[in-house]
C-alpha cells in the first residue's frame, strides 16, 4: 500500500455541474499522486437561475409523497447526468440507477434517501470517469438511531474499508441509520464527508474545492472584492461559519480537528490560486488585526433589566431555566450590572414570544422587560485582536459614523470575536462599513 502523502479532494457542486466541470475536476485529481479520496457534491447550479439537482430531488419526493405525478420532473434529474454523460463520453449506464431511484419514490422512500441521490449517482460517474473505486456512503457513514452522526462507528468501519483500496470516490452528504435507511447530513453536508473521510485515511491535507479562490474576508455579495483570507484557525472558521459565512459546512471543522488535519479551500475554475489554508492554531496573524465578518439575519433578543441583578442569586440561572423548560437553545447572553440580553432564533420563538416573557417575568420580577425583533448580528473574527488592544472600539466608532445604531455587544471571553446586533435594514452596510475600517484596498 502506498504510504506517501494522501490527500482527500471534496468537490462542490459547481464544480460537478457539467461535462465541462467535470472535466476540470478530474484534471485537478489526477494531476497529483497524492489526491486518492475523492468527495463529490450532487451537480450544483451551471448559471445563476438553474436549479441544483438536490432540489430538483427533493422537489421529486415531494410530488410523490402529495400522491402526483413526478416523471417529468424526475427525468429533469436524469436529463442533468446525461448531459454529464454524453459530454464525457461515458460507457457506464445509469439505467438502472434510475428504475430503482423511480421505485422507491413510488413505494414512498424518505425525503433523505431521494436527497442523497444527486451525490449518489454523481460519484458512481466521477469513479468511473476517475478509473477508481466507488464506495456507497451507506456502508461507511454511521447515524445512530436518534439520527444523531455516530464520528467513532463510522471512523473505524470507514478506516477498515479505505485502507483496503489505493483510491476511492465516497459520495458526499448521506449516511445510513442502524436500520440500513439512508440518512443526510443538513444541507452543504458532503463538505462533512470530506472531513470525515479526511480523518479516516488519515490525510495530510484535507482540500476542498469550490467555485471561489479561497474563504474570502466577508461575503462577496455584501462586500465587493473582499481579499481572500490566506491563513486561518479552525476556531476562527467555526466562528464565521456559524455566523452563515457558509463556504464549508460548520460541522466540517470537528473531524479534521479531532485529527489536527488542515483543510485547503481553492478553485476549481482557478487551480492555481493558492485558496486558503485553515489550520488547527496559528501565533501569528496576517496584514489585518481582523481575519473576517460574517452574519445572519433573524434573531430576537429579550431584554431584561433589574436594579442590582448582578447581586441577585440565581438569577442567570432563573432564565436559562425558563429556557430549558421550553426546549429552547439561546445563542448569546450578553450582559451588564442591571441588564441582561438573551439573543434567540426568530425561527425558534416564532408564537411563543408572549409565552417566554410571561415565564421570564414570573421567574425573576424584573423592572422592565422587552422583546426585540428583526435583528442581525454580525461577527468580527479575528485571533490578532487578543493582542492589539483598541479592535473593539474601532468596529464601534466606525458603525457609529456611519450612522448605524448598534442594539447590543457581546465579546466572548477568547477575545476572539466581537459581536454586535444591528437591525435588519442596517445589516449589509454595517458588514460593509467594519471591512472598510480595517482594508484599505
Ligand atoms: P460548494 O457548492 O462548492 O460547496 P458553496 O456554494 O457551498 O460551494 O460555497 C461557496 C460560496 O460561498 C461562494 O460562491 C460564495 O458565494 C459564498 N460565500 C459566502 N461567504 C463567503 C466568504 N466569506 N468567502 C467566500 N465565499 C463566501
Ligand atoms: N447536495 C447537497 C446540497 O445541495 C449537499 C452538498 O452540496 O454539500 O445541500
Ligand atoms: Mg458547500
Same mark, same amino acid.
Given at each position: 500500500?502506498?504510504?506517501?502523502?494522501?490527500?482527500?479532494?471534496?468537490?462542490?457542486?459547481?464544480?460537478?455541474?457539467?461535462?465541462?466541470?467535470?472535466?476540470?475536476?478530474?484534471?485537478?485529481?489526477?494531476?497529483?499522486?497524492?489526491?486518492?479520496?475523492?468527495?463529490?457534491?450532487?451537480?450544483?447550479?451551471?448559471?445563476?437561475?438553474?436549479?441544483?439537482?438536490?432540489?430538483?430531488?427533493?422537489?421529486?419526493?415531494?410530488?410523490?409523497?402529495?400522491?402526483?405525478?413526478?416523471?417529468?420532473?424526475?427525468?429533469? #434529474?436524469?436529463?442533468?447526468?446525461?448531459?454529464?454523460?454524453?459530454?464525457?463520453?461515458?460507457? #457506464?449506464?445509469?439505467?438502472?440507477?434510475?428504475?430503482?431511484?423511480?421505485?422507491?419514490?413510488?413505494?414512498?422512500?424518505?425525503?433523505?434517501?431521494?436527497?442523497? +441521490?444527486?451525490?449518489?449517482?454523481?460519484?458512481?460517474?466521477?469513479?468511473?470517469?476517475?478509473?477508481?473505486?466507488?464506495?456507497?456512503?451507506?456502508?461507511?457513514?454511521?447515524?445512530?438511531?436518534?439520527?444523531?452522526?455516530?464520528?467513532?462507528?463510522?471512523? +473505524?468501519?470507514?478506516?477498515?474499508?479505505?485502507?483496503?483500496?489505493?483510491?476511492?470516490?465516497?459520495?458526499?452528504?448521506?449516511?445510513?441509520?442502524?436500520?440500513?435507511?439512508?440518512?443526510?447530513?443538513? +444541507?452543504?453536508?458532503?463538505?462533512?464527508?470530506?472531513?470525515?473521510?479526511?480523518?479516516?485515511?488519515?490525510?495530510?491535507?484535507?482540500?476542498?474545492?469550490?467555485?471561489?479562490?479561497?474563504?474570502?474576508?466577508?461575503?462577496?455579495?455584501?462586500? @465587493?472584492?473582499?481579499?481572500?483570507?490566506?491563513?486561518?484557525?479552525?476556531?476562527?472558521?467555526?466562528?464565521?461559519?456559524?455566523?452563515?459565512?457558509?463556504?464549508?459546512?460548520?460541522?466540517?471543522?470537528?473531524?479534521?480537528?479531532?485529527?489536527?488535519?488542515?483543510?485547503?479551500? @481553492?478553485?476549481?475554475? +482557478?487551480?492555481?490560486?493558492?485558496?486558503?489554508?485553515?489550520?488547527?492554531?496559528?501565533?501569528?496573524?496576517?496584514?489585518?488585526?481582523?481575519?473576517?465578518?460574517?452574519?445572519?439575519?433573524?434573531?430576537?433578543?429579550?431584554?431584561?433589566?433589574?436594579?442590582?441583578?448582578?447581586?441577585?442569586?440565581?438569577?442567570?440561572?432563573?432564565?436559562?431555566?425558563?429556557?430549558?423548560?421550553?426546549?429552547?437553545?439561546?445563542?448569546?447572553?450578553?450582559?451588564?450590572?442591571?441588564?441582561?440580553?438573551?439573543?434567540?432564533?426568530?425561527?425558534?420563538?416564532?408564537?411563543?414570544?408572549?409565552?417566554?416573557?410571561?415565564?421570564?417575568?414570573?421567574?425573576?420580577?424584573?423592572?422592565?422587560?422587552?422583546?426585540?425583533?428583526?435583528?442581525?448580528?454580525?461577527?468580527?473574527?479575528?485571533?490578532?485582536?487578543?493582542?492589539?488592544?483598541?479592535?473593539?472600539?474601532?468596529?464601534?466608532?466606525?458603525?457609529?459614523?456611519?450612522?448605524?445604531?448598534? @442594539?447590543?455587544?457581546?465579546?466572548?471571553?477568547?477575545?476572539?470575536?466581537?459581536?454586535?446586533?444591528?437591525?435588519?435594514?442596517?445589516?449589509?452596510?454595517?458588514?460593509?462599513?467594519?471591512?472598510?475600517?480595517?482594508?484599505?484596498?
Amino acid at each position: 500500500m502506498n504510504e506517501s502523502i494522501k490527500k482527500v479532494v471534496k468537490f462542490g457542486g459547481s464544480s460537478l455541474a457539467s461535462a465541462e466541470q467535470f472535466r476540470k475536476s478530474a484534471a485537478i485529481v489526477l494531476a497529483e499522486e497524492s489526491r486518492r479520496f475523492v468527495v463529490p457534491s450532487a451537480p450544483g447550479k451551471r448559471f445563476p437561475e438553474d436549479e441544483k439537482v438536490t432540489d430538483m430531488l427533493l422537489d421529486c419526493h415531494r410530488l410523490a409523497s402529495e400522491g402526483r405525478d413526478f416523471s417529468a420532473r424526475l427525468a429533469a #434529474v436524469r436529463e442533468r447526468y446525461e448531459l454529464i454523460r454524453t459530454g464525457l463520453g461515458l460507457a #457506464v449506464s445509469l439505467d438502472e440507477a434510475f428504475a430503482v431511484i423511480e421505485e422507491n419514490l413510488h413505494k414512498g422512500c424518505s425525503r433523505d434517501y431521494a436527497a442523497s +441521490r444527486g451525490e449518489y449517482l454523481n460519484g458512481i460517474l466521477l469513479a468511473f470517469y476517475l478509473g477508481y473505486a466507488f464506495v456507497d456512503a451507506a456502508e461507511v457513514v454511521f447515524f445512530d438511531e436518534d439520527g444523531i452522526f455516530d464520528g467513532e462507528k463510522t471512523n +473505524r468501519i470507514m478506516a477498515e474499508r479505505l485502507s483496503q483500496l489505493e483510491s476511492a470516490v465516497i459520495p458526499g452528504f448521506y449516511g445510513s441509520l442502524p436500520d440500513g435507511s439512508v440518512k443526510t447530513f443538513s +444541507r452543504g453536508g458532503s463538505d462533512v464527508t470530506g472531513a470525515i473521510v479526511a480523518r479516516a485515511v488519515m490525510a495530510d491535507l484535507y482540500e476542498n474545492w469550490t467555485d471561489v479562490s479561497g474563504f474570502l474576508m466577508a461575503d462577496p455579495r455584501i462586500v @465587493r472584492n473582499p481579499q481572500p483570507i490566506k491563513l486561518i484557525t479552525y476556531r476562527e472558521l467555526r466562528e464565521l461559519s456559524y455566523m452563515g459565512a457558509t463556504v464549508l459546512h460548520e460541522d466540517s471543522i470537528f473531524p479534521v480537528k479531532l485529527a489536527g488535519i488542515p483543510i485547503n479551500i @481553492r478553485n476549481t475554475n +482557478r487551480p492555481s490560486d493558492p485558496g486558503t489554508m485553515i489550520v488547527p492554531a496559528a501565533d501569528s496573524y496576517g496584514e489585518s488585526v481582523i481575519t473576517g465578518i460574517a452574519g445572519k439575519k433573524g434573531f430576537a433578543v429579550v431584554h431584561i433589566e433589574k436594579d442590582m441583578m448582578n447581586q441577585e442569586l440565581g438569577f442567570g440561572m432563573r432564565v436559562l431555566q425558563v429556557l430549558n423548560d421550553m426546549g429552547m437553545c439561546f445563542e448569546h447572553l450578553p450582559s451588564g450590572i442591571d441588564t441582561m440580553g438573551v439573543v434567540l432564533d426568530e425561527k425558534v420563538i416564532a408564537g411563543k414570544e408572549r409565552e417566554i416573557l410571561a415565564a421570564i417575568a414570573r421567574a425573576t420580577e424584573p423592572d422592565h422587560i422587552e422583546i426585540e425583533k428583526g435583528l442581525s448580528l454580525i461577527a468580527v473574527v479575528g485571533r490578532g485582536m487578543i493582542k492589539t488592544p483598541g479592535t473593539a472600539s474601532r468596529v464601534f466608532a466606525a458603525v457609529a459614523r456611519a450612522g448605524i445604531n448598534v @442594539r447590543m455587544i457581546d465579546q466572548g471571553s477568547s477575545e476572539l470575536n466581537i459581536i454586535l446586533a444591528v437591525e435588519e435594514k442596517d445589516f449589509e452596510r454595517a458588514i460593509d462599513t467594519i471591512y472598510r475600517e480595517f482594508i484599505h484596498a
